[in-house]
């Protein structure tokens, strides 16, 4: 059963305009097919992502390991070893949320330190975890690399960093052939034989097994594997060539320099400015994410901020958006005017 209605106004453009935005509407009416706006929408929209992705496209680089690393740069690969193994590499010294918190450490907001709020959940102690726990895996079936681990663990803690200087100054003019790494003759102590054997566990991908090693049937967790590869250069150099470091507007870009998340724009835009960039840059991840939630708040509380939700009338864009309203609407208040043709 169909049902017919009238659909002529009984009111005028300008009549219904005066109106409270409460009233019903009984002013002229057009015909909008919705259905169709959608699809038309969807059709475009779908075929230019289409088209923009295959002209824009990425590429699909595998991720660095710490094969990739161990078997490109061997000499990088043991001289971050050695900083894993003194506590001297970036990791070792950051701070929470991997390891203990010390007096003048870590970002700020003001005198608050952020990074001492949740302390220490990601505990991670490059010694043990990046070093002799793999060694020690590898030494269950070595009796020779078992001995050189007990006579590390067994000299103090002065004997251990002045192996590891002699080793890292060494390292300026190391050389390789093979499997074998060769060193100027120096009082290395043990360190030798046990770089050699990370060396090679790291060459066949078995260190990046280790790292991810975890009680769960599937090893998501890259956290050890990717702080271990990102306190040496290797990464870095390759974020470079890349364009993908922070001064290159790394969040922004895929690798290759390709478009990558454009709505980040504004929250990576600050680090390429001043303060963030010279007095404020040792805060700079902690003053930038306060400074983005403040513009945030700020954007929700738009409605509420006297002068700037008065912003789209003194900027009156939905006047362009709906002009052919109030160009109808202008016309009948013109005296004189025939009023515009009322549709069904």
């Known amino acids: 059963m169909s049902t017919i209605t009238d659909t002529t106004p009984s009111q005028t453009l300008s009549e219904a305009s005066r109106l409270s935005d409460d009233s019903p509407w009984n002013g002229p009416k057009i015909r909008y097919d919705l259905v169709k706006e959608f699809v038309v929408a969807l059709v475009v929209m779908a075929l230019l992502a289409a088209i923009l992705a ?4 990425s590429p699909d680089d595998h991720p660095v390991t710490i094969r990739q690393w161990a078997q490109a740069d061997s000499a990088d690969f043991l001289a971050t070893a050695i900083t894993e193994l003194d506590g001297s590499s970036a990791t070792a010294t950051y ?9 003048g450490e870590g970002q700020k907001i003001g005198p608050v330190g952020v990074e001492r709020w949740a302390g220490v959940h990601i505990p991670v102690n490059t010694t043990d975890d990046f070093v002799l726990s793999p060694l020690r895996i590898a030494a269950a079936s070595d009796p020779t690399l078992q001995a050189e681990l007990a ?12 192996w590891a200087t002699a080793y890292t100054n060494a390292l300026s003019h190391v050389s390789f052939r093979g499997a074998a790494v060769l060193l100027r003759p ?10 050699t054997t990370l060396l090679g566990m790291a060459r066949t991908g078995s260190l990046d097994a280790d790292l991810l090693a975890s009680p769960q049937f599937y090893g998501t967790d890259y956290t050890k594997p990717l702080l271990f590869i990102a306190d040496g250069s290797y990464m870095a150099a390759k974020a470079d060539a890349e364009h993908l470091s922070g001064d290159q507007w790394g969040m922004m870009n895929e690798t290759g320099n390709f478009p990558g998340q454009a709505w980040l724009w504004l929250y990576t835009m600050w680090y390429q400015v001043p303060p963030f960039t ?13 400074l983005m939630m403040l513009l945030t708040l700020g954007l929700l509380l738009v409605p509420f901020i006297p002068g700037l939700r008065s912003i789209p009338k ?6 362009l958006i709906w002009r052919d309203h109030y160009r109808r609407l202008a016309a009948e208040q013109q005296p004189g005017t025939p009023a515009a043709p009322r549709g069904p």
């Open 54 to 57: 295959v002209v824009f496209s």
């Open 95 to 103: 701070g929470p949320p991997y390891n203990a918190w010390a007096p």
């Open 151 to 162: 006579s590390y663990g067994a000299a103090s803690a002065d004997q251990q960093q002045s």
């Open 186 to 195: 120096g009082r290395y102590g043990p360190l030798p034989p046990m770089m």
């Open 278 to 290: 010279t007095s404020w840059s040792a805060n700079a991840d902690a003053l930038v994410w306060t």
């Open 314 to 319: 003194v900027v009156p864009v939905y006047r």
